[in-house]
């Protein structure tokens, strides 16, 4: 069954660092999302992306956040200068339609 | 704008019991009703779903009814397992542009004992 991947599973950085979070969704899905769950609390949208342009993001996703689908396959979220409060798991989903499948996360902790 | 409301948990039940988790959402529009797990350490996993009013949505003995009129989307099961441990999220998807995204409830956990 396919599913949708992300690398890397656990990441650390300092704060003020850029990172980028990498996922491979499902191949013949054209919707791409990336969400966001701070530890203890609810799961929050930031951007989805659609006909290789953002097509909805959230106020939390501002000028620091960028994505990119670079080859067609990779779909990647760039954080350009970490946080503290950017600490949290990162979930990719893709869907072909309104059934979003979501990848394992990545875990990311800015010191 | 558009929400979803949980119950508090975490909900503590003994294997074999009936479980209810409660949800009720506010939304534009006819939204379209998710429910998601995530076990321990994973991501979230689709559970069941229902696009328009009175649709019930099913999967691994686990229901939930589309109710327009009171705005709700109750998650049940008749029968827990311990293998049911987990927390479960509902969520709404209305429809902006080119754009699915998922609202989500603040998610319930659940613990089945022995």
């Known amino acids: 069954e396919p599913e949708v991947t992300q690398t890397p599973s656990h990441q650390v950085t300092q704060m003020g660092q850029e990172v980028i979070l990498r996922c491979v969704p499902i191949s013949n899905h054209l919707y791409f999302y990336w969400y966001r769950q701070i530890l203890g609390q609810k799961v929050e949208f930031l951007v989805s992306?659609?006909?290789?342009?953002?097509?909805?993001k959230s106020e939390i996703f501002d000028d620091q956040f960028s994505v990119e689908r670079p080859d067609g396959s990779n779909f990647t979220l760039k954080i350009r200068s970490t946080k503290l409060e950017d600490s949290a798991m990162y979930f990719c989903?893709?869907?072909?339609?309104?059934?979003?499948?979501f990848g394992p996360g990545t875990r990311l902790t800015v010191l | 704008g558009d929400s979803v409301t949980q119950m508090e948990g975490p909900v503590t039940l003994s294997e074999e019991a009936f479980l209810t988790i409660n949800c009720t959402y506010t939304a534009t529009g006819y939204p379209s009703l998710f429910w998601y797990v995530q076990y321990p350490g994973e991501g979230l996993q689709l559970l069941l779903k229902a696009t328009k009013a009175d649709d019930k949505g099913s999967n691994k003995g686990f229901e939930a009814t589309y109710r327009k009129e009171t705005t709700s989307f109750h998650l049940e099961k008749g029968s827990v397992q311990v293998s049911d441990s987990a927390v479960y999220f509902c969520?709404?998807?209305?429809?902006?542009?080119?754009?699915?995204?998922?609202?989500f409830g603040s998610g319930t956990r659940l613990l089945v004992r022995p």
């Open positions: 992306f659609y006909n290789n342009e953002i097509s909805e």
């Open positions: 969520a709404l998807s209305g429809r902006m542009d080119s754009s699915y995204k998922l609202i």
């Open positions: 989903a893709s869907s072909y339609d309104r059934d979003q499948f």
